[in-house]
């Protein structure tokens, strides 16, 4: 009896030393893979976070159970499958993390997975078969666990399943949904990484057949003009079809939850072996996913392959399984467009996770995600923050140490800032700008400050710029309205037609047609239209402007349509109103175009986000395409949009005088130019309304505004006279015979004094 005992007890110990393993390749793991984007500024405790918070929620350790659906009674196989990949990354050698692994393996191996694929639901609903893109993965991870805690059984349990599935899960090299049942082609399940694995561990099965198969399948279900795929797609045909798994999708056939995977396994494959038809891929998927969503937030819960989105009450919001699975697909795309894109996808996982608890998960004081979305939020993160690498073969991964100062953050200054209110620099002639932001301090911060001028002077040229950054907008209540603790963040740049910003022009008495911008833009910049007949603040008629790289010239039909204008409706928001915007009390596009008070450049997105802005040029057309003059617009003439850096004072120039030169408009010569009080800033003036006359050595100035001040200069750039204009005719003496330059204001002309 005591040799019985100590045989138990030391089976026990051995037990527990094995579940505490030490882990080869502790979280985290933080390394660079062979081929695509890393996000390498990854915060990991927030992963840490996230896992616990997930862990917390869905684990039921009592059971072995990854809770799913969103019940407490249940598992499926897809939870079980992800839960041990989970574990195997997250395995820092204090948290648990292999005791996890065994216990929800032993679930898997209890319920018809032992050396097999598990039956795809037990628990208080029962379901018998496997789905084969769990069965993927949990061969998967029993693979990377072989190498994680060095331990041969789960790799040998590893090629048990991987034989099992060669004949059940997979036809010859055709991708089966699962093992008892074959209705259609889920694109999803071509899980190309697990494959090119599987082929490498050796074993059953043509697996490279399969990774050939697969992504030659999924090309063949791809739309070609937005690279979505269905959910499930026919066999023959290759269009989007519903089978007998989508009793719980109401939609049409279309890029929904299952489809929303595709991307992220297209990326992962690309990942670890640079297949160049992942790359391909979504390659597809980027060119539309960039146009359709600026930034991974804006991306909706549900799609057509056409690219229509479901705005139904189930589908109109973000979540981390499209905005991460989608998003993914920027992973693959490594120009800076692509990281940038990325970016967004790392920022809207981070703020996503778990609810505290299963029960009543998304209710009331339970908020957060939901067993799917915040699964595969982790999954998404520890890939593209380099913390699920291929432990079987490690080769061509990099380490890195995560560097926070990489991270997206805002654009100094580039250039020298105007002051606030100077009525002689604006852009294309509007002058009256300023930058705005909330000071609530929920995560708002901008550059340049609020309060200041957003205009910039930069290679003799003046900008209207900044770089904005605001934090997620609060959930509506009816409570909280009614307790007037809603606080929306906002940052931008606003442009007014008049110094006084609550007076309006009307456009269609100028018979304004276009609005045509130079702009270069990242990130959800909404560009709206100021006026005073939209009485809510912040629901101004506008537009995303299309994100760029460099200086894009874009025109916006300015015809009054619906809530707005013809060229801000897209997507059915009636003419550029925003969702949120009462169409009850909303004013009439042809109301608006009456009362125009200017622009405004913000970042505008639910979830928060980050975006710069740099503007320089706007003009207004008319229907046959002509400049109306800004003049018209905003009574101010003369704006320079234009200043040319001042050289070095010359040797002779008077002492205490602007040693600078003129633009003469009646040549293309620019000469070191004027600096209106010594300033190093010199103008490149407009044409001049004023009049001039020579009578011998005088020169007579006619029609100027009085109180303007004036200034003679020689074309060598030579101060000769100074003065103000103090009545309608003014008389200026030189000394000598020749050519000048009169300056009066922000106009020139040149005469002749013969």
Known sequence: MKKAFTVLTTAVALAAVSSMAAPKYPFPQNMKHPHGNVIEYADVSMIKDHYNKWK??????SQGYILAPEGTCSTVSEAIAYGMLIA?????????????????????????????????????????????????????????????????????????????????????????????????????????????????????????????????????????STGLVPDWCTWDGHQPTKTSASVQQSEAAGFFDDAARTPWRTAWDYYWFGTASSKSFNATITKWLYTEANVASEINSGYYVDGRAEKSTKRNFASSTFSGG?????????????????????????????????????????????YYPSTLNLLYLLLMTGNMPNFYDMTGFTAFTPDPSKAPSLSDVNGKQMEMKDTTVGVSGFWHWGAYHDKYGIGTEMKPDSGTSPLVLRGGKIYAEASMKIGPEPEWTQEAADAG??????????????????????????????????????????????????????????????NSSDYTVIEYDMTPEYYGFKGFTEKGNNGGLLDWVNENTAPEGKEIIKDVRGLKFEVKQKEGGIGDVSIRKIEFLDASGAVIDPVLITKMPGVRSE??????????????????????????????????????LATV??????????????????????????????????????????????????????????RVGNEVRSVIVK
Request: glycine share 12%; charged share 20%; net charge neutral.
């Open 88 to 224: 195997v990354y997250m395995d820092d050698g204090s948290n648990g993390a292999k005791e996890m692994f065994d216990k929800i393996y032993g679930t898997w191996k209890s319920n018809g997975g032992n050396g097999a694929g598990m039956n795809w639901r037990v628990g208080c609903e029962g379901g018998s078969g496997s789905a084969s893109d769990a069965d993927f993965d949990a061969a998967l991870a029993l693979i990377m666990a072989s190498k994680q805690w060095d331990n041969a059984s789960y790799l040998d349990d590893a090629k048990k399943i991987i034989g099992w599935m060669s004949t059940n899960d997979i036809n010859g090299t055709k991708i089966k949904p699962g093992s008892q049942w074959n209705d259609a082609f889920n694109p999803s399940y071509a899980t190309l990484a697990n494959f090119r694995v599987f082929a490498a561990v050796g074993g059953s099965g043509d697996w490279n057949g399969v990774a050939t198969w697969g992504a030659n399948e999924i090309k063949a279900c791809q739309n070609q």
């Open 643 to 680: 200043i040319a850096e001042e050289k070095p004072a010359s040797s002779d120039s008077p002492a205490g005088s602007s040693s600078s030169g003129v633009v003469n408009p009646n040549s293309s010569a620019i000469g070191p130019g004027v600096g209106s009080s010594g300033d190093a």
């Open 485 to 546: 603790t809603l606080k929306y963040p906002s940052a931008g740049i606003a442009m007014s037609f008049l110094p006084d910003s609550k007076q309006g022009v009307d456009l269609e008495a100028l018979h304004v047609a276009k609005l045509r911008i130079d702009i270069k833009a990242s990130g959800p910049i909404r560009m709206a239209v100021l006026n005073g007949k939209s009485v809510e603040a912040g629901s101004e008629p506008g537009i995303y402007v299309k």
């Open 326 to 370: 989608l998003g993914f697909a920027a992973a693959s795309d490594e120009t800076e467009a692509g990281q940038k894109y990325l970016g967004t996808v790392y920022s809207y996982l981070a703020s996503k996770t778990a609810c505290a608890r299963a029960q009543n998960c998304g209710e009331g004081d339970n908020p957060g995600e939901k």
């Open 685 to 742: 003036y407009a044409p001049a309304r004023f009049n001039t006359s020579v009578n011998g050595l005088q020169i007579q100035i006619s029609n100027a505004a009085v109180g303007s001040n004036f200034a003679v200069f020689s074309m060598q750039g030579k101060v000769i006279k100074t003065g103000m204009i103090k009545g309608s005719s003014q008389l200026v003496t030189v000394q000598n015979k020749g050519a000048y330059v009169i």
């Open 56 to 61: 917390k929620a869905w684990y039921d350790a």
